[in-house]
């Protein structure tokens, strides 16, 4: 009873299709499988999720109405299988959630990487030398940095599902804010690893408990678009966070002589506020945004009930788990060992790892070209600039083809083009502009971010798995930022020789697993689950769909997408 069940685009779903849908069979042969007449059969101003969905067949209705009762979800009470709306009601409720969850998502996140930024401005203003420290003291306290961010993210999202991400999140920002103000007060190599360590054990699970309470709001293919959206934050804050430098760099007293201290307690202190405003802005679910001080809330009562039925519709298996819910351990156990998702986690992690280490270096590179503080950080912007709207063209080209493996492949495809003339040619790292204009182009390629927790999303059907494998796949991120951290060394510098060429066979070792999970992997457990379904009775099926207790991803009637 996955909504993978229904037609779909993905040419991993279309046997599954053409072996129902598309034959005319559905209702006959298969009854999990529900009658999807063409959406031009209809009046134009319907919504084809209103019209036909899963929960037409009444067997559907009544299995996941048990399901939602028992887990105690906090929508049940609107459940509404006859429900129907209008295109002109979804798109109203659209973009309020576009202004009420992703804007003050990205807001939250770009406050976030403020924080975490903000280390390469500091870099640019001389930092390691007010500190006494070398390139590879840098490298460690980057190394604690990841590796305590790494460590929280499991825990986080634990946590998170405990407490509520619209409370554990808004905590995360207060906590880590007064972290990242400390970072003023840094006076020797100590104090900047004992930041750098505590900086990142407060920031872990961030990203994957924000993006799991997102998914609330969001049926899986806007859910992929408005991930894009709300990492244009990444690149954008990084553009941001050198202009913003700019002045704070500038200051100085008697207490603080250096600008880059003046730039940790700042942006601190605004990280502060918005921690402090998110308790307010953030509801538990679609059914809780009335409050006191937000008496009307954001939906009417009509907009609460279409927008619950729409994301069910979507994905049946939200509802499986209350946003109170903890994960059990044998669940997390369940989840850690789901090797059908460790494709997406491995490319996640040699992705990540891509030209990680140019992107640290870059103000260190640029400083050493001869370039002014100034001139390096204003240097930076363009390239942030540029990777927005690749990160959106490609997440958008990924939704709209249905392919999520290739569209990743041609990030290490893009990075391979520029690692080999920055080992190879001998003017890198000799030529100014030309080293510059190398790097900004390797370092404007669309991150894997978007499109990687997305496929996690899709490809987890169930709460308690999206819960794990949103924390799951960012620990993989994690663990790539260590590896990139230690892959330029101080002995292989200035020419970085040696790291290139571990970039070279990491890029292709990434887009070798693309290629794997596109034509190979995804491919064979779909047929591998179709030859098991076809071989049920259509009695066998109904008895399946009501008894089963294949869950999440394991269902044999769910299909991956890839």
């Known amino acids: 009873m996955s909504r993978r069940s229904v037609g779909s685009k993905s040419e991993g779903n279309s046997k599954l299709d053409k072996a129902s849908v598309n034959s005319g069979e559905s209702t006959e042969k298969n009854p999990v499988l529900v009658d999807t007449k063409r959406i031009e059969d209809y009046d134009e101003t319907d919504s084809s999720e209103s019209l036909h969905h899963i929960f037409a067949e009444p067997a559907v209705a009544d299995y996941y109405r048990k399901v939602y009762e028992e887990s105690e979800y906090e929508c049940r009470e609107l459940f509404d299988p006859e429900l129907t709306w209008t295109k002109q009601e979804e798109k109203k409720i659209l973009r309020k959630n576009d202004w009420n ?19 390469s401005q500091a870099l640019a203003d001389d930092m390691l030398d007010d500190l006494n420290l070398t390139t590879n003291d840098f490298n460690v306290g980057r190394t604690i940095n990841l590796v305590c961010f790494l460590s929280a993210e499991l825990p986080s999202q634990l946590v998170s599902k405990k407490l509520g991400a619209d409370i554990w999140i808004p905590a995360q920002m207060v906590i880590w804010s007064l972290i990242a103000v400390s970072q003023a007060a840094m006076t020797n190599k100590a104090g900047f690893y004992i930041t750098r360590g505590l900086l990142g054990a407060a920031q872990g699970g961030f990203i994957c408990d924000i993006c799991l309470w997102m998914s609330y709001f969001y049926n899986g293919e806007e859910f992929g678009t408005r991930l894009s959206f709300f990492y244009i934050s990444n690149p954008l804050t990084s553009a941001l966070s050198s202009l913003l430098a700019l002045p704070l760099l500038k200051i100085s007293t008697s207490v603080l002589p250096e600008g880059w201290r003046w730039m940790f307690l700042l942006e601190g202190i605004g990280t502060l506020l918005i921690g402090l405003y998110s308790f307010f802005k953030m509801p538990p679910s679609v059914v809780h945004t009335k409050a006191w001080f937000r008496k009307k809330g954001w939906y009417t009562e009509r907009e609460e009930r279409i927008l619950v039925n729409k994301v069910l519709r979507d994905d049946p298996t939200k509802g499986d788990m209350n946003n109170r819910q903890p994960v059990s351990l044998r669940e997390l156990k369940k989840a850690l060992l789901d090797y059908d998702m460790w494709p997406i986690y491995g490319i996640r992690i040699l992705g990540d790892i891509g030209v990680s280490p140019a992107a640290n270096y870059m103000t ?54 520029c690692l080999f003339p920055l080992r190879y040619w001998p003017g890198a790292q000799v030529d100014v502009w030309g080293t510059y204009a190398l790097l900004t182009v390797v370092l404007s390629a669309a991150p894997t971010w978007p499109i990687s927790i997305a496929w996690c999303s899709v490809n987890s059907n169930s709460v308690r798995n999206r819960a794990v494998s949103a924390a799951l796949v960012n620990m993989f991120s994690q663990a790539g930022g260590i590896i990139a951290s230690n892959i330029y060394r101080q002995d292989d510098a200035p020419l970085y020789h040696r790291g290139n060429e571990q970039l070279i ?58």
């Open 101 to 119: 969850v992703t804007f003050w998502c990205f807001i939250m996140f770009t406050a976030l990487n403020f924080d975490r930024y903000n280390i």
């Open 364 to 417: 260190l590179t640029l400083r050493k070209l001869g370039f002014s503080t100034l001139k390096t950080n204003a240097l930076n912007i363009p390239r942030n600039i540029i990777t927005i709207f690749t990160m959106i063209g490609l997440s958008y080209l990924a939704e709209y083809f249905d392919e999520r493996a290739l569209a990743l492949f041609t990030i290490p495809v893009w990075f391979l083009s």
């Open 505 to 562: 066979g990491i890029a292709f070792g990434t887009a070798g697993l693309c290629l794997f999970a596109r034509f190979a992997y995804y491919p064979y457990r779909n047929k591998q689950k179709e030859r098991a379904w076809n071989k049920l009775t259509k009695e066998e099926q109904e008895l399946y769909s009501e008894t089963t207790t294949d869950d999440g991803n394991k269902r044999i009637d769910f299909r991956f997408k890839y």
